[in-house]
């Protein structure tokens, strides 16, 4: 499966932005779909994911309550709906995705065989 993440851009704190991650070459309702992130010098980590099965969905701390994770199946597609943004959250945002990924392991990025290529996502005034 190949994927596209798009999306991203310059808000001010406060502001909203929803990204998109679009699946070719797969059923993407298949895999289980997470987003990591990774600013400057820092490890990528993990901010959202949803699981194939089920639907279920889990978050970093740094994010609940503010980001939303959501699937469309029709549309092979995942998003994530950024609410509330904070210039912590810049970052390069990357979705990524596995059918295999077990519950213990949905946070870690190593779980996951298929990345997208990443958008920059800005919180500044």
């Known amino acids: 499966v190949q994927l596209q993440a798009s999306g991203g851009g310059l808000v001010q704190p406060g502001g909203s932005l929803r990204l998109s991650c679009a699946a070719s070459?797969?059923?993407?309702?298949?895999?289980?779909v997470g987003w990591f992130r990774q600013a400057p010098g820092k490890e990528r980590e993990f901010v959202a994911a949803?699981?194939?099965?089920?639907?279920?969905?889990y978050y970093a701390d740094s994010v609940k309550g503010r980001f939303t994770i959501s699937r469309d199946s029709a549309k092979n597609t995942v998003y994530l709906q950024m609410n509330s943004l904070k210039p912590e959250d810049t970052a390069v945002y990357y979705c990524a995705a596995d059918r295999g990924v077990i519950l213990s392991e949905i946070r870690n990025k190593d779980g996951y065989g298929y990345w997208g290529q990443g958008t920059q996502v800005t919180v500044s005034s």
């Open positions: 070459g797969g059923t993407f309702s298949s895999y289980s």
């Open positions: 949803i699981r194939r099965s089920g639907g279920h969905t």
